[in-house]
């Protein structure tokens, strides 16, 4: 299972880090978050030395939910520089998700 984020982490974990960072915006009892999160997790994990993958219950951390519009979940936005990069809303199989994020995987 990728690393959670909080609010008290976010700024140390995404926001400063120097390689892309992947949050996935999810909550427990979201289940098409709970199917998205093992491909996430696979996707971090074969490409560890180009992106992070994090999650963000946002439940949990409402402020940050709020201050990135996160309105639907599963949500995950990717962060370079500090800044929102790409936003991907809603599970979808890996190769999509693969291919959604292609930019930061190459």
């Known amino acids: ?3 959670a984020v909080t609010e008290a982490t976010f700024d140390e974990l995404v926001i400063n880090s120097d390689k892309p960072v992947l949050v996935d915006f999810w909550a ?12 996430l997790d696979t996707i971090g ?7 992070t993958v994090l999650k963000l219950n946002v439940d949990e951390n409402p402020n940050l939910a709020m201050k990135y519009q996160i309105t639907s979940i599963p949500a995950m936005k990717v962060f370079t520089g500090g800044e929102v990069a790409q936003t991907i809303i809603g ?15 190459a």
Do not use: H, Q, T, Y
């Open 1 to 3: 299972m990728s690393d």
């Open 28 to 39: 427990a009892w979201c289940g098409p978050c709970r199917a998205v999160g093992p491909i």
């Open 45 to 51: 994990a074969e490409n560890s030395d180009k992106i």
């Open 91 to 105: 599970a979808k199989p890996k190769a999509a998700l693969e291919k959604d994020l292609a930019a930061f995987l």
